[in-house]
């Protein structure tokens, strides 16, 4: 199948849309289908993100968000010479993986062509608004959310939700596109290696040093000053606890200047983006504990991650979370308390049998999330979905195309 994926985000933005649209790219070349990405052009990056070789990535012109510096709105110029270029070729599906320009976008070409829409529920977004604009009423932002979400959900043919619990919070939309759950998982092949007592040596962390490691967005949403004052609880007992905090955002500023009014600066280490091939696992093995407590997310894609490099969890369980959790034996699951998950985080760094069974599980939990296996899923979806498509058309071939000279 020839496959067109949208989206408003992606590499080199890090974040989990772009792990997931990578994911999804990568996994369906692999399977065998041609896979087109299209997604913003960022300032002083390359055209091609890290690992793309094995499908096309077309970049649309785009200009700065100003109240968002790490991402772009791709150009309206863009967006319409865009449309012209991808209506001259043919798509089995168009997958949108964002609600703006992209959706935009997607729905267009969906318009002159005929072919299917799917679109992906990525983001909490009612969770987000209040976050991002405090100063506007708490309703106001949920019925403009609502009532967005509704119509953009039924300008497409079908919608992939990654979780049960993000079904839930659809139903309470009033949105009733058919759906499917399925989440995207990840390439357990990439999760394989990671050398912890190398990253210990260049960050100067003793090898009996008890760490720590989040890998999340700097990012109000993340909930890290939780994670913070976790660790604060834990420094009487542990007082050479090390916190390592990968990935980069725009609460970064907030959040140095959080660790050195709580007199964390000995222990918390922040260490920026990590290359995903090598210097992120290194990361994830030099911890012997990975904590997180984000109550926003819809899939959890880090903790399929620190599982697949055996780590033990605790975490919060809220939404996407909830679902990556509901039965992991390598997790301990805490209440929204920073004494109880404190409490929890501590039993494990003073068991290392814990730790061990618990690191045991955490890689049997991982192969549940195997990309491959959901991947399937998408496929069959894409399959019927043109097929519908293709038995309409034959009944009524309306659809003509004529762009250009």
């Not at 299209?38 to 700065?64: K, Q």
């Not at 043919?90 to 976008?105: E, G, K, M, N, S």
């Not at 299917?116 to 932002?141: G, I």
Request: aromatic share 8%; glycine share 6%; charged share 20%.
């Amino acid at each position: 199948m020839n496959l067109l994926l949208l989206s408003d985000v992606y590499f080199p933005r890090v974040n989990g849309v772009s792990t997931s649209i990578r994911t999804f790219a990568k996994t369906l070349a692999r399977m065998g289908h041609s896979v087109t990405i299209v997604a913003p052009e960022y300032p002083a990056a390359g055209t091609v993100a890290e690992g793309d070789g094995d499908f096309e990535v077309i970049r649309l012109a785009s200009r700065r968000v100003f109240f968002d510096p790490e991402d772009r709105l791709i150009r309206g110029a863009a967006l319409r010479e865009g449309l012209r270029l991808l209506a001259q070729r043919h798509w089995d599906v168009i997958h949108i993986h964002t609600p703006f320009r992209a959706h935009q976008l997607g729905v267009r070409l969906a318009r002159l062509t005929g072919r299917p829409t799917v679109e992906t529920y990525h983001t909490h977004f009612e969770e987000y608004a209040e976050l991002y604009l405090p100063w506007l009423p708490k309703s106001l932002l949920r019925w403009t959310v609502r009532r967005l979400s509704r119509r953009l959900c039924h300008e497409v043919d079908h919608l992939i939700v990654p979780t049960e619990q993000m079904v839930a919070v659809l139903d309470g939309y009033g949105i009733d596109t058919q759906r499917t759950v399925i989440p995207t998982g990840i390439d357990l092949a990439e999760f394989t290696g990671g050398l912890g007592p190398r990253f210990r040596r260049e960050h100067g962390l003793a090898a009996e040093r008890p760490t720590l490691v989040t890998v999340s967005r700097l990012a109000r949403e993340k909930h890290i000053p939780f994670l913070l004052e976790v660790a604060h609880r834990l420094l009487p007992e542990f007082p050479n606890l090390a916190f390592i905090i990968a990935g980069e955002g725009p609460d970064a500023e907030r959040l140095s200047k959080l660790v050195a009014r709580r007199g964390l600066g000995q222990t918390v280490r922040f260490v920026g983006n990590l290359p995903r091939a090598d210097a992120l696992l290194d990361c994830y093995r030099a911890g012997d504990v990975f904590v997180f407590a984000s109550p926003t997310e819809t899939q959890g894609l880090v903790l399929v991650e620190a599982m697949a490099l055996g780590l033990p969890i605790v975490s919060t369980a809220v939404l996407g979370t909830a679902a990556v959790l509901a039965h992991a034996r390598g997790a301990r699951i805490s209440r929204e308390d920073p004494a109880a998950f404190a409490a929890h985080v501590a039993a494990l760094l003073r068991s290392p049998q814990q730790r061990v069974m618990l690191s045991r599980a955490s890689w049997l939990d991982a192969r549940a999330w195997d990309a491959d296996r959901w991947m399937g899923r998408v496929v069959r979806l894409y399959s019927r979905l043109a097929s519908l498509a293709d038995a309409a058309h034959a009944t009524s071939p309306s659809v003509c195309v004529r762009l250009g000279p």
